[in-house]
């Protein structure tokens, strides 16, 4: 069983940064994948970014250049930076992590994200 923590979430102006944490419960490096998703309102949940146990990156074209997943190993947490922030960023922000195949996928309870001047 995995438990993530999520924080960090708020109002931010657009143009303005914000910083996401996610607390895993197990070392990070026995996870296959951690990464966060998001939710607008009124539409599906979306992948932003995600990182492997190798360190392969992934990232929404709708985020790619603006933010930035990273880990602390050390602390066995994920975060999320954002930077450059618009108004359609506004979501409800989940960290996600799946354990090596055929493990499970696990989620946060979710960070509500709103990008407003």
């Known amino acids: 069983q995995v438990q993530l923590v999520e924080s960090g979430g708020g109002l931010v102006q657009p143009g303005g940064s914000l910083r996401l944490s996610c607390a895993a419960s197990?070392?990070?490096?026995?996870?296959?994948?951690t990464g966060w998703y998001r939710r607008a309102p009124g539409k599906q949940r979306e992948l932003v970014a995600a990182i492997t146990s190798s360190s392969s990156i992934t990232y929404s074209d709708s985020v790619k250049g603006r933010f930035t997943i990273s880990t602390d190993n050390a602390k066995n947490t994920v975060y999320l930076q954002m930077s450059s922030v618009k108004p359609e960023d506004t979501a409800v922000y989940y960290c996600h992590a799946r354990e090596n195949p055929p493990g499970n996928d696990y989620w946060g309870q979710g960070t509500q994200v709103t990008v407003s001047s």
């Open positions: 197990v070392s990070i490096f026995s996870l296959y994948a």
